[in-house]
């Protein structure tokens, strides 16, 4: 529910009158009430804010954070996206983020909407997300003095310096699409390309163990006493050249620790 009074000049109101948890925006010094999300938005931001903030690149996301760039403004867009976490003292982001997402239902104000992204790229917004839940799945990007694109389910989203990964678009709308690429950005977080790389590694750490276990089979076999310290030193080396040559030497050594020597 937008107020009228709000476009006819500068309005009373300022940003530090409102409270953490306040139901009200600021559009111009005037107040626009803000009525709870509906299922389907409420769901589609957790899924995107999930997705977002995965991406190996982000340092921080936030739901519904007011951004108030100047005292009459106090903008709350469903995710806000940084590249380093805010800090100091104040309750609102008082720098705009680069990324804003915002998910129009049935019930959007098209009026207010349409000022919320002016206001937000005004401020040093980079990209506005507009995902819209009416109608064939799409997302709108609006950026400065540019005009606004139209994306597709079927199409993808970049935004080079921000985030690091393409997004799909139905990973924005669609749950298990979304799962898919949160798999895959949290993967890279931790140092692996894709989940093919952790099985090969799984693979290598098999085959690694199996040359291990060859080794104390060998030398045990023969009667040789195999104490923890070579057996610690086996199994800590994961390079399966070495280990095929510790093999070699299990065959013909007469002291366990003496496969260690060239």
Not at 42 to 66: N, Y
Not at 126 to 134: A, C, D, E, G, S
Not at 151 to 170: H, I, Q, T
């Amino acid at each position: 529910m937008t107020d009228p009074a709000r476009h006819s000049g500068r309005g009373p109101f300022r940003a530090d009158q409102l409270r953490d948890g306040d139901r009200y925006e600021l559009s111009n010094g005037h107040p626009i009430y803000c009525v709870p999300a509906g299922w389907k938005h409420g769901s589609g931001s957790t899924t995107g804010g999930l997705v977002l903030d995965s991406d190996p690149d982000v340092q921080w996301t936030g739901a519904d954070v007011g951004v108030s760039p100047e005292a009459g403004t106090l903008r709350a867009p469903d995710v806000v996206v940084r590249t380093t976490p805010p800090s100091g003292d104040s309750t609102w982001l008082t720098e705009a983020p680069p990324l804003a997402v915002e998910y129009a239902g049935p019930g959007q104000d098209q009026r207010d909407l349409k000022d919320k992204i002016a206001e937000l790229l005004a401020a040093g917004t980079q990209q506005v997300w507009v995902v819209r839940l009416v109608g064939p799945q799409r997302v709108e990007v609006h950026r400065p003095n540019q005009p606004m694109q139209i994306y597709a389910a079927s199409d993808v989203l970049e935004f080079p310096g921000v985030l690091r990964n393409p997004v799909p678009v139905r990973a924005l709308f669609d749950r298990d699409a979304a799962h898919e690429v949160v798999l895959r950005n949290l993967l890279q977080r931790r140092g692996y390309a894709n989940l093919e790389d952790v099985r090969e590694e799984g693979r290598e750490e098999g085959r690694e163990e199996g040359i291990v276990d060859a080794i104390l089979t060998l030398l045990r076999g023969r009667g040789l006493m195999v104490d923890v310290a070579v057996e610690e030193r086996l199994r800590a080396c994961h390079d399966r050249a070495t280990l095929q040559g510790w093999l070699l030497n299990a065959a013909r050594v007469e002291q366990a620790e003496r496969i260690f020597e060239n």
